[in-house]
């Protein structure tokens, strides 16, 4: 029985023996403190330090306590993704960027979905930016373009980088991409293709990305000479049943649109459906042409022409600005700001019929 104990209290002795931050100090030769700027990646350190203490730290299998450190910082390990976007797919994307950025390092994703056109919805961003005590926050279109929120986020001592289809604010927080260059482009493709009725399937109001994608789309028409009518341009909220509405609301016109550009793949999905419903083919009868590239895009049929965004990317770049702001100014600052979105074309394009 003795014995057993004797066990047990040994077995307990072993678990209990972690490395402390005290044995990792000791044995590099420096303070607590040294080994705490270590850790938390501060840059007063000189190299030679700073690799004798991680070398040491490796040895030990040191690994310090969040909790710990989190207290020390006054901050969690937590980057926040904050929206209000309608499209699933979108947020999905961002997630998946963040992820890769955060692969391999300490930092968790906490994804905190709002309503843009609640009165509450600053006083909201405020109670749960001071309650998780964030890292960072990555801010998606359209709560992206309120500078109010920018602001809070300084206020607070956030760290944040704001995603975009046109510059919205300095390079450190910033990511964006040339919405509207895509879109001149894609149109200007329709063109070429010899297309007179194209219509346009526009994103909801209040949203930079709409109103930067109808732009590109006037732009192209006016550079050909094409004069619509104003019925030719729908509305929709980035949404496969807006587009679906949208899309018979045109075709119901007289003369019909010969193509359609719709502002995102979603929408452009519903095009194509209602097509169908009404027995016309895509792009024998009626060309279509999406934005953003999801998944969606190649897996329906006819696979869709799309202006590629770049979104992965862009997310994960804009959280190694967020972590690298903290442990690597230069890296951070090397990131690009300014992504350039690209049309792929696929099978839901054709001259016109005759």
């Known amino acids: 029985m003795a014995l057993a104990e004797q066990g047990k209290a040994s077995s307990t002795a072993k678990r209990a023996a972690k490395p402390t931050i005290n044995d990792v100090a000791r044995l590099a030769g420096v303070s607590k403190k040294t080994v705490s700027r270590v850790i938390n990646r501060s840059t007063l350190l000189n190299s030679e330090t700073r690799e004798r203490v991680e070398r040491v730290i490796a040895e030990l299998g040191y690994v310090p306590n969040p909790q710990a450190r989190a207290l020390a910082l006054r901050r969690n390990f937590l980057i926040g993704l904050i929206h209000d976007n309608p499209?699933?797919?979108?947020?999905?994307?961002?997630q998946q960027g963040i992820l890769e950025a955060l692969q391999g390092t300490e930092f968790e994703l906490v994804v905190r979905p709002v309503d843009r056109r609640s009165p509450l919805m600053l006083e909201d961003v405020r109670a749960f930016l001071s309650r998780q005590r964030l890292f960072g926050v990555l801010l998606l279109p359209p709560?992206?373009?309120n500078d109010v929120l920018a602001d809070l986020c300084d206020e607070l001592g956030c760290r944040y980088v704001r995603m975009g289809s046109a510059e919205l604010d300095d390079p450190e927080h910033l990511v964006a991409s040339?919405?509207?260059?895509?879109?001149?482009?894609?149109t200007t493709y329709l063109v070429d293709q010899g297309h007179r009725l194209i219509a346009l399937i526009e994103g909801p109001r209040g949203f930079r990305s709409a109103a930067e994608r109808r732009a590109g789309f006037e732009q192209a028409?006016?550079?050909?000479?094409?004069?619509?009518?104003?019925?030719?341009?729908?509305?929709?909220?980035?949404?496969?049943?807006?587009?679906?509405?949208?899309?018979?609301?045109?075709?119901?016109?007289?003369?019909?649109?010969?193509?359609?550009?719709?502002?995102?793949?979603?929408?452009a999905a519903g095009v194509v459906h209602a097509a169908n419903q009404r027995g016309l083919s895509v792009p024998e009868n009626l060309?279509?042409?999406?934005?953003?590239?999801?998944?969606?895009?190649?897996?329906?049929?006819?696979?869709?022409?799309?202006?590629?965004?770049?979104?992965?990317?862009?997310?994960?770049?804009?959280a190694l600005k967020l972590v690298g702001n903290a442990s690597d100014r230069a890296r951070a600052a090397a990131e690009p700001s300014f992504f350039l979105s690209s049309l792929v074309r696929r099978a839901s394009v054709a001259p016109p019929r005759p």
Request: aromatic share 8%.
């Open 221 to 267: 028409i006016e550079a050909a000479g094409i004069e619509l009518p104003r019925n030719f341009i729908a509305e929709g909220n980035y949404t496969f049943e807006s587009g679906i509405e949208a899309a018979n609301r045109l075709l119901d016109l007289g003369p019909p649109p010969t193509a359609i550009f719709a502002s995102n793949d979603e929408m």
């Open 87 to 94: 499209n699933a797919q979108t947020v999905l994307n961002v």
């Open 178 to 186: 040339n919405d509207r260059e895509a879109v001149r482009e894609a």
């Open 287 to 318: 060309s279509v042409i999406g934005f953003d590239d999801t998944a969606i895009a190649a897996h329906i049929w006819p696979p869709l022409t799309t202006v590629r965004w770049p979104i992965i990317p862009m997310a994960r770049s804009a």
């Open 143 to 145: 709560i992206s373009e």
